[in-house]
């Protein structure tokens, strides 16, 4: 009490700090389950299962066929700003890895009892080690174990170590959990060649598998392996336009000459009147990263309502465009991105989509005039 009334400025607690800090880069069971499948995908797997129990408010297991981890890696695994992704500054502006902070983990453990179980693809010895690992970022157990290459990481009791945090995702849990899906469902329809599955055991014993997608190479096979070819069928390819007219130009504040083309487009769109009542489906991808562009989003969504003013579109965009473009460290879970020249972009959706909604909408009035 002392101490509280002296008004001195002194460092708070190393592990309060980390405490602190972990809730905010693991925010929900989404950015938990987010950055581990990450992992797994920046490490070369084909293969990620997902095995949550109630939900994931028990438990979450992620296992993957990749490299696994080497055993000099185990001491840093866990703690914190410890990558094996980058090491300069400079680094960041050719990053093709989903992770580079070195914080997942590191929060993770803080929030939660994580445990590893990993085979690397070198070991000599052909066995795993399962690692179980304290708050702080150490490792508290290291024993040997069956394990065919790659990697299993366990968290049990997501958030207990947060009071407010657990209370408040076990009194949201499905709702949680209905996000956590729609956001694996991004890496589902962007990532080539990974199986993934994820499969949530309740109660006694009962299972539901959620998802369960082959690895598949096109944009087109992996939709119709996630919500299946009705949902395809409503759909219209989005071909990209090479011109943007001075008008659309001059509505996003741009001079005639400054279209650029920049930015690859590629995706699916629903059709005009066959569209969703909610906006649940919408899928963004910046040079294969999930994320939630809001001007990008709210652009498709209104040139979608000039045509179908009552429905919402499903949409999956893959925007490719140079690294240096974007910067994807503005928030810990990289899902806000900064795209330079954005409004050059937001002209090109724009000029591409009306054509397309223009050509199907006249294709239904000529059917159903006939
Ligand atoms: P980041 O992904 O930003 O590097 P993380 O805390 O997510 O940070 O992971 C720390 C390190 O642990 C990674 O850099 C990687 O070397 C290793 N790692 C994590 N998950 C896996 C995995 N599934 N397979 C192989 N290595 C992994
Ligand atoms: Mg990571």
Redesign the pocket.
């Known amino acids: 009490v002392d101490n509280l009334r002296s008004n001195v400025i002194r460092p708070i607690d190393r592990g309060v700090v980390h405490q602190i800090c972990s809730g905010q880069v693991i925010v929900t069971l989404s950015t938990a389950v987010k ?2 499948v ?3 995908i ?2 070369g ?1 084909t293969a990620i299962d997902i095995r949550l129990v109630e939900y994931g408010s028990k438990l979450i297991e992620i296992s ?1 066929n ?4 080497e055993e000099s ?1 185990f001491e840093g ?2 703690l914190k700003h ?4 980058i090491t300069e500054f400079e680094d960041l502006g050719s990053i093709s ?10 929060s993770l453990c803080a929030l939660s009892n994580l445990t590893v179980i ?1 085979r690397h693809k070198d070991s000599m010895q052909k066995v795993g080690y399962k690692l179980e690992y304290e708050h702080s970022g150490k490792i508290s157990s290291k024993t040997r174990c069956a394990r065919e290459c ?2 299993t ?1 366990i968290l049990k009791d997501l958030f207990y170590t947060l009071p407010v945090r657990h209370r408040e995702f076990i009194r949201n849990l499905k709702r949680e959990f209905h996000r956590m899906i729609n956001v694996l469902y991004g890496y589902c329809l962007v990532v080539n060649g990974v199986r993934i599955s994820c499969n949530n055991v309740v109660g006694n014993g009962g299972l539901s598998k959620v998802i369960s997608v082959p690895g598949y190479n096109t944009m087109r096979e992996r939709i119709v392996a996630v919500f299946g070819s009705k949902q395809l069928n409503s759909l219209i390819e989005i071909k990209q336009s090479d011109v943007v007219s001075g008008e659309i130009l001059s509505e996003f504040g741009l001079s005639e000459d400054a279209y650029e083309r920049k930015y690859e487009l590629e995706g699916y769109i629903s059709q005009p009147n066959q569209g969703r009542s909610s906006n649940d489906r919408q899928f963004f991808f910046i040079n294969s990263r999930p994320c939630d562009p809001a001007k990008i989003s709210r652009v498709i969504n209104e040139v979608y309502h000039t045509f179908s003013r009552s429905q919402n579109p499903f949409i999956c965009l893959h925007i490719r465009t140079n690294r240096e473009n974007v910067d994807v460290n503005v928030t810990p879970d990289k899902r806000t991105l900064y795209v330079q020249n954005e409004k050059i972009l937001l002209a090109i959706l724009k000029a591409t989509l009306i054509p397309i909604f223009t050509a199907a909408a006249s294709s239904y009035q000529s059917v159903s005039s006939q």
């Not at 990749?66 to 981890?69: D, E, K, L, R, W």
């Not at 890895?97 to 590191?106: C, P």
């Open positions: 950055e581990l990450e992992n797994s920046d490490a797997a993957d990749a490299s696994g981890i890696n695994l866990a410890h990558t094996s992704k890895t989903f992770g580079f902070r070195g914080e997942a983990l590191s990993t790659g990697t990481v």
